[in-house]
């Protein structure tokens, strides 16, 4: 079973265009309103210092946060890192084609579709590209791995798996890999046909939730390696895959925490 938990936004905030939750509770979002762009917090208001048109964020931590622009030129810069309780502003150059982004307080991961992975403007090219808590370049998957490597013509999902370990589901094979950016080892595990094209996933532990595969665009399942998919539940989407088990979709005025219910939570019937 499926649990869902609403949070609700003031609408005089403006339009919210997106948001992270950490594990804490604690929030970040950015909110249009008129032609103005701001990262808000329960406790905190920041004005993103540039226009961006196609925005994600993400939190480093309680105070910090990456803002970035999925698509630009070459040398246009579309990334910054941002404090919610000053006025400091690091901007970086992310790529184009941004699919989605994880960061964590000394990391960020930045994945790419199509578009990006073949625009020619690196680190697209890459799949995956690894920066510092700064913005700073560290690594690329695929110079990296090579032929080792999975093959990344788009990374259709994201998010972390352990503290220094994220897991991706890339097209066009669709593996579930598992890389370690401290040892920077990697584990590729074949996953079922019925999972692919999921455009969201999730661990916790062993297991791993996709949302929405080709054949089933509304459906979560479960899985774990050498088992077959179980379907949880279904949500309209879209969703996006957070820390430890959990999805996370947003309307224009507020987010939801998608979960899996404990099997001691579950009411049985007698």
């Known amino acids: 079973m499926i649990r869902e938990t609403a949070t609700n936004?003031?609408?005089?905030?403006?339009?919210?265009?997106?948001?992270?939750v950490l594990n804490s509770g604690h929030w970040a979002g950015l909110f249009r309103?008129?032609?103005?762009?701001?990262?808000?917090?329960?406790?905190?208001?920041?004005?993103v210092p540039s226009l961006v048109r196609f925005?994600?964020?993400?939190?480093l931590d309680e105070e910090r946060v990456v803002v970035v622009d999925s698509r630009t030129e070459k040398g246009r810069l579309n990334a910054w890192v941002l404090s919610t309780t000053n006025d400091l502003s690091r901007?970086?150059?992310a790529g184009d084609g941004i699919q989605d982004v994880l960061a964590d307080r000394d990391t960020i991961v930045v994945t790419y579709f199509d578009e990006g992975v073949f625009?020619?403007?690196?680190?697209?090219?890459?799949?995956?590209?690894?920066?510092?808590?700064?913005g700073d370049l560290q690594v690329g998957y695929q110079s990296l791995f090579g032929a080792d490597g999975a093959d990344v013509a788009d990374c259709y999902a994201a998010c972390w798996d352990t503290d220094a370990r994220i897991a991706f589901f890339p097209y066009t094979g669709f593996p579930l890999v598992r890389w370690n950016l401290v040892t920077r080892e990697q584990t590729l595990h074949p996953t079922p046909?019925?999972?692919?094209?999921?455009?969201?996933m999730t661990l916790s532990g062993d297991e791993a939730m996709f949302f929405g595969p080709y054949d089933d665009k509304s459906t979560i399942f479960g899985w774990?390696?050498?088992?077959?998919?179980?379907?949880?539940?279904r949500h309209p989407g879209p969703l996006r895959g957070l820390r430890g088990g959990r999805f996370l979709a947003h309307g224009t005025s507020g987010f939801t925490i998608v979960e899996k219910v404990p099997p001691q939570y579950v009411r049985r019937t007698p």
């Open 33 to 47: 309103l008129d032609a103005d762009l701001f990262v808000r917090t329960a406790h905190a208001c920041t004005v």
């Open 55 to 59: 925005p994600l964020i993400r939190c």
């Open 224 to 233: 774990s390696p050498g088992r077959k998919p179980t379907a949880l539940g």
């Open 9 to 20: 936004l003031p609408s005089e905030w403006g339009e919210l265009v997106d948001v992270d």
């Open 119 to 134: 625009s020619g403007i690196a680190p697209g090219n890459q799949g995956l590209a690894v920066f510092n808590g700064a």
């Open 193 to 200: 046909k019925r999972l692919h094209g999921s455009s969201a």
């Open 91 to 93: 901007p970086f150059f």
